[in-house]
């Protein structure tokens, strides 16, 4: 008799939990990633060939649950067209009953091992503020994203961003979506996807929760929980030493009290262009020796222009006067 | 047409200014008021043709370049009219300053000429 080896028992249970894809169009290449009740796959689409993700639950879900989550997931993605969020292709049943959805595949590295990469300061800050972007659109569409993190930003081979994994997406706007988000985030509930904090209502990651999240107070939370998972995702990606008016616009937007935030991410988008084109930021307040050297540094080279043009007149003048 | 606009302010106040500069030349005192006339006169026109320039070439160095190159020609074109009195023809104190006046008009309409990013959009 022949033990099998750790090689070939892990080869037999990635084939036995590999998806039965025979029922739609896909065909496996490979699993992707995985969550905390769901795994996303790469699968190629014959007809249009093309590969996208297709991300489905572990395990065919008796109450339908979470089956409803995953599909409320995917509508979610659906109502946010937007470049900086990946779009959704399909959602439907595989053949043992599991739901799943596709979306639009993104290759290269998470924000997280892209940032190490990213050869300036303002580099990382423009890449932020598409982030910001992605998630100022969200809100206006009345979704909030509530697990806002490295980990949950792709940046595409040419730059791109999109904001991944919804699992956790509250709707806003509508009475309707808030009696299905209390249904959602009732205690008990698991998020899809996404690790939760334990059991309960508290949903999202330590240290990019805003207080009232992580308190689970649901009915607290708008625009101004992701604006603070906002300013941290803003500190992780500052690297190095810190210009303190970009510490202060952290702190504005990790303030404990919402009410002490952003008001929402385009103004934190706005501080950010703020502090790149050279202004003032308004989080950081300034003396007159701070704002002379920042009005220098944004004015340098006419600041020089208008004093060799004003040493070359002198100079004339001194020496044709002689 | 704001680069246009800006170009040909700057152009007028930097001129005035350079020709005010001739006060301190007792020799030509008493014709300030025609050197500034016409020191700013030339910058308008300097102004004027980097404003069109900047329109079309988004360039901020080929921009500021422009105007050195376009101050300066016109201040060669100035400098080409000797001295009524003397007969002296003063290239290098009219030619320096006038350039310098073209690069500061130049750079100046390409890097605050822009629309703000929040227009832009």
């Known amino acids: 008799m022949s033990w099998l080896s750790d090689d070939a028992l892990a080869r037999l249970r990635s084939a036995a939990s590999a998806p039965d894809l025979s029922g739609t169009r896909y065909r496996l290449l490979g699993e992707i990633g995985r969550g905390g009740m769901s795994t996303v796959f790469l699968v190629e689409d014959p007809s249009l060939g093309r590969r996208v993700a297709l991300k489905v639950l572990d395990v065919p879900d008796g109450t339908e649950e979470l089956a409803a989550r995953l599909t409320r997931e995917a509508r979610v993605l659906a109502r946010l067209e937007h470049p900086g969020i990946a779009p959704v292709h399909e959602v439907g049943r595989l053949p043992d009953g599991r739901v799943y959805y596709t979306m639009k595949f993104v290759e290269g590295p998470r924000l997280d091992s892209y940032a190490a990469s990213a050869a300036t300061l303002a580099e990382r800050l423009r890449l932020f503020q598409r982030i910001g972007e992605a998630v100022a659109f969200a809100h206006d569409r009345g979704v909030l994203h509530r697990d806002l993190k490295p980990e949950n930003v792709m940046v595409g081979p040419f730059g791109e961003v999109l904001v991944m994994d919804w699992g956790l997406a509250k709707l806003l706007d509508s009475p309707a979506t808030h009696r299905a988000e209390n249904v959602a985030d009732a205690p008990g509930t698991e998020s899809l996807g996404t690790p939760h904090t334990g059991h309960g209502a508290v949903l999202g990651t330590p240290g990019y929760m805003a207080p009232e999240q992580a308190r689970g107070d649901v009915t607290c939370l708008d625009a101004r929980t992701d604006v603070y998972a906002l300013g941290a995702v803003l500190h992780y990606l500052l690297i190095g030493r810190v210009p303190a008016p970009l510490l202060a616009i952290c702190r504005k937007a990790m303030a404990e009290s919402p009410a002490d935030r952003y008001p929402g991410a385009l103004a934190l988008n706005a501080e950010v262009a703020r502090y790149l084109d050279g202004r003032r930021v308004e989080a950081y307040p300034e003396g007159l020796r701070r704002k002379s050297a920042r009005l220098y540094a944004r004015h340098k080279i006419a600041f020089w222009l208008i004093v060799t043009y004003l040493a070359v007149r002198g100079s004339i003048l001194f020496f044709s006067g002689r | ?121």
């Open chain 2, 1 to 121: 047409m704001r680069k246009i606009g800006l170009a040909v302010i700057l152009g007028a106040v930097l001129g005035a200014f350079d020709g005010l500069t001739a006060w301190f030349e007792p020799s030509v005192r008493d014709q300030i008021g025609t050197i500034v006339m016409l020191s700013s006169l030339k910058s308008v026109i300097a102004g004027l043709l980097i404003g069109i320039f900047a329109c079309y070439v988004k360039k901020r160095v080929a921009t500021a370049v422009f105007g050195l190159a376009i101050g300066l020609f016109l201040a060669y074109l100035v400098a080409l009219q000797p001295d009524p009195a003397t007969g002296e023809h003063f290239y290098a104190q009219i030619m320096v300053p006038g350039a310098l006046v073209g690069l500061i008009v130049g750079y100046a309409t390409a890097r605050y000429g822009e629309k703000p990013a929040a227009q832009a959009a």
